[in-house]
């Protein structure tokens, strides 16, 4: 008897070492998972900073190209989700975006639209007609919210414009205090043609820093609407 209680006693002991361990290994699971959701624009080439926005790119093989910005804005968070989610006014702030159309709104969370561009570069001399059906998905974590957008292949063709094969768009938005938010821009680019990014890529930094720059200030009239309302 004082055997079989003997070995209850070392089965519970070695139990509640499991559990322990299980726990704790769920725990920094959860740790490295919310840290690998930030980008770490430390590994990343520093193109410049503008007043607080700062850009990176990250070099790529092929055809696919990575950008990053972040900068922090006086703004609350609910304003700066209802901008990024509100994808029918994308072309009044997204530089390079000629319009948008929300194509279904599953949810809050979850929803899909269709761009299209129609930009002129290299001084005029060569015009971007594409087009892309994309799906987002808003998901938070800890104090993070992102917004995960990515391109819908089965999506039908129109005509006019060439089909963009790979768009992948990540939104960070993170709370630093109940006014003031930092948001963080990780942005892959099909260049197609590899030779001609260099030719590109002065127009795709452009149209960060003008798309952030008019970011800043809806949001700064908004938060202005929003004290003088109260």
Known sequence: MLQLTGIKLFWYYLNSIRITF???????????????????????TKE??????????KDSTGSLKKFGA??????????VLSLLRNVNNYNEWIEGIHECRLVERMSDLSYSYHFFINKKILFGLYTI???????????TRSNIMMIASNI???APIESEYDRIDHYQVKWY?????????KIM????????INFAYSLIKPTIIDNLKGSFSN???????????SVNSH
């Open 22 to 44: 299980l726990c704790v290994l769920f725990q920094v699971c959860l740790l490295i998972t919310s840290n690998a959701q930030i980008p770490d624009f430390s590994h990343w």
């Open 48 to 57: 410049g900073q503008y007043d607080q926005l700062k850009i990176y790119t």
């Open 70 to 79: 972040e900068f922090i804005v006086n703004s609350d968070v609910k304003a």
């Open 129 to 139: 007609k594409k087009d892309g059906f994309v799906n987002s998905v808003v998901t």
């Open 152 to 154: 819908d292949r089965s």
């Open 173 to 181: 938005v993170i709370p630093i205090t109940k006014n003031r938010v």
């Open 185 to 192: 821009y990780e942005g892959v680019v099909d260049v197609q």
């Open 215 to 225: 970011m800043e200030a809806i949001l700064k009239n908004s938060q202005k609407l």
